[in-house]
């Protein structure tokens, strides 16, 4: 018997409530199998725990992770209890960094049973590779003065080693799919990271002659997602590019609710982390309204990473079934709670055991 062990971070919000919606469809998931169980270890970590303890983990938090062969997250933040920039650099990105998670993937399609809110969606299918280490979301820069002579400085870090290893996932993705990486930069108006992101584009689409490529700047990319989702295959982005693009993605699908996301760790050295594209929603929180799909998707995109590509199709499927068959969340027009559509989810996928 395959045993996996996961470590669970609920964090705030929905989070609460799609996290263990989403284990128990992994628990079905295991029965239908019938040679694979979870072991599955919560841990508080989360705006509540920083309210207690003056930090968002423990200082030892990342050596306990480590030895587990996944991370499944729900969403860290909770602007009422802590600034939004502490919350996440204090768990999300730094598990991120010091796991060197260093590539973030996020598909986006037609699914069945969904009201795109496009008018004519066609049937697009695409995966965002979002650069996951680096570029706009650093460290690096400070504030001085106060007043009418504050100063605030950002500094954006491309190195090429990140921006490489960022393309070349996207090419060798592309390979398994449509061949074609379509390219997110800004060199117009972002005068030197976003050249230096197309000259290594230029230098990386060289080595991969069978995969057609296409750059836009993002502004009329993010138009494309909306005009024409479907000629896109695979898109690579830098950090925050690919932020932006990726609710997007969930909002042509038809609700953010449902896209998911893996943080891979490449090297093999570290866990990789699984999570929903969408946050804490503290909006809906509490209600038990909050959709369950993007967890779930999120746990599907776990499978295949364990190398449970048959299992993995298999949710999604189910997953579409019961969105097609009207077992749905407000936020995709249903009327159906969270615990509700997980419980239809499993129920389905207990038929296949
Ligand atoms: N990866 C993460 O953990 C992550 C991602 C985004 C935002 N955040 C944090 O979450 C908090 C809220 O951020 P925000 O409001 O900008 O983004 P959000 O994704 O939490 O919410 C945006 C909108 O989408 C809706 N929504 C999101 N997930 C949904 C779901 N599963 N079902 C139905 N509706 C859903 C919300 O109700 C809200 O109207 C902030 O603290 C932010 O920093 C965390
Ligand atoms: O990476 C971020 O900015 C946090 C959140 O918005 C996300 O997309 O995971
Ligand atoms: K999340
Ligand atoms: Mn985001």
Known sequence: M?????????????????VPAALDVLRAVAD????????FTEFPWSCDYYVEHGKMMPDDGLSILRNFDAIFLGAVGNPALVPDHIS??????????????????RPAKYFRGLSSPLAEPHEFDFIVVRENSEGEYSEVGGRIHRGEDEIAIQNAVFTRKGTERAMRYAFELA????????????????????????EVFADVKRDYPDVATASYH??????????????????????????????????????????????????GKYPSMFEPVHGSAPDIYGKGIANPIGQIWTAKLMLDHFGEEELGALLLNVVEEVTADGVKTPDIGGTATTKEVAAEICRRLREHA
């Open 88 to 105: 996440l650099w204090g768990l999300l990105l730094k598990i991120r960094r010091e796991f060197e998670q260093v590539i973030n993937i």
């Open 2 to 18: 395959k045993k996996w062990e996961i470590a669970v971070i609920p964090g705030d919000g929905i989070g609460k409530e799609v």
């Open 218 to 267: 993002i502004d009329a990319l993010a138009a494309f997602f909306v005009t024409r989702p479907h000629m896109f295959d695979v898109v690579v982005a830098s950090n925050l590019f690919g932020d932006i693009l990726t609710d997007l993605g969930g909002a042509i699908m038809g609700s953010i609710g449902i896209a998911p996301a893996a943080n891979i760790n490449v090297n």
């Open 32 to 39: 239908v199998h019938g040679g694979m169980t979870f072991s």
């Open 175 to 198: 390979q398994k799919r449509k061949r074609h990486v379509t390219s997110a930069t800004k060199s117009n108006g972002i005068f030197h990271t976003m050249p230096f992101w197309d």
